[in-house]
């Protein structure tokens, strides 16, 4: 059973900085993009970024040039640094893997971590 267990979360001021991490494990042949997601309260969830197994990777307009994902794919982890966060990056952070499975190797499925709130106060 595939699982997503993520870290990091909790309360920063204006302009500082936290590191969100996650890490994959349970039945997993291989991880093809890992990614983070974000939900603020009255709002749809939203990709913030997303690296791929290449290291390609992409990010939010809003987020560009303040948050940094890195993955190690030896271990299925990844992590979000944050850095010059803001009150609207206020959320529920949600990891994101899109992945095969041993017992389904050639169809991919999207899995998800539990969210971790992350709250920045102005």
């Known amino acids: 059973q595939v699982q997503l267990v993520e870290s990091g979360g909790g309360l920063v001021q204006a302009g500082g900085s936290l590191r969100l991490s996650c890490a994959a494990s349970?039945?997993?042949?291989?991880?093809?993009?890992m990614g983070w997601y974000r939900q603020a309260p009255g709002k749809q969830r939203e990709l913030v970024a997303v690296?791929?197994?290449?290291?390609?990777?992409n990010y939010a307009d809003s987020v560009k040039g303040r948050f940094t994902i890195s993955r190690d794919n030896a271990k299925n982890t990844w992590s979000l640094q944050m850095n010059s966060l803001k009150p609207e990056d206020t959320a529920v952070y949600y990891c994101?893997?899109?992945?095969?499975?041993?017992?389904?190797?050639?169809?991919?499925?999207?899995?998800w971590g539990q969210g971790t709130q992350v709250t920045v106060s102005s």
């Open positions: 349970g039945g997993i042949f291989s991880i093809n993009a």
């Open positions: 994101n893997a899109n992945l095969y499975t041993l017992r389904a190797p050639n169809r991919r499925g999207d899995y």
């Open positions: 690296i791929t197994s290449g290291g390609s990777t």
